[in-house]
């Protein structure tokens, strides 16, 4: 399992993780096939510099447009402004329903950027199954 990116999104995603700092930035990644197609750079609607949760209304208009475009909901990112790009404990219990193992978004690859060096932000991604993270390799054409 691979999840791949045009360059021109990775930057878009670490512009807007740039621009949310000191907080947690957010978004969501549509496409095919592990090919990212489009990019959402979302609000952080509890921002904190190690929280972030997505506001319901922009995740609901933002899935019926990926929807509408004949795409699928391939993966989430966000960043970690002081921490390493690898999910957190909040991240995996946060993968699934309360309380569940239901997973939130199946099959969706979890992006991470960490910021710790601001001029270097370095990005992971991993799959979170059953609580198990997984890494999954990232490809920039
Ligand atoms: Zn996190």
Not at 25 to 36: F, K, N
Not at 55 to 66: A, L, T, Y
Request: charged content about 20%.
């Amino acid at each position: 399992m691979t999840l791949t990116f045009h360059k021109t999104d990775i930057q878009r995603i670490f512009d807007h993780c740039a621009a949310g700092l000191p907080n947690e930035s957010c978004g969501m990644l549509a496409g095919r096939d592990g090919a990212v197609e489009k990019v959402y750079c979302m609000k952080n609607a509890k921002p904190g510099p190690d929280y972030y949760e997505m506001d319901p209304e922009e995740q609901f208009r933002v899935m019926k447009d990926i929807r509408d475009a004949g795409l699928q909901m391939i993966g989430l990112f966000h960043s970690h402004p002081t921490g390493q790009a690898y999910p957190s404990s909040v991240d995996v219990a946060q993968a699934y329903w309360p309380g569940t193992q239901l997973p939130n978004y199946p099959d969706a690859v979890y992006v991470i950027v960490s910021l710790m060096d601001r001029s270097r932000p370095v990005v992971r991604g991993f799959s979170i199954e059953e609580g198990k993270v997984t890494e999954v390799a990232l490809h920039v054409l």
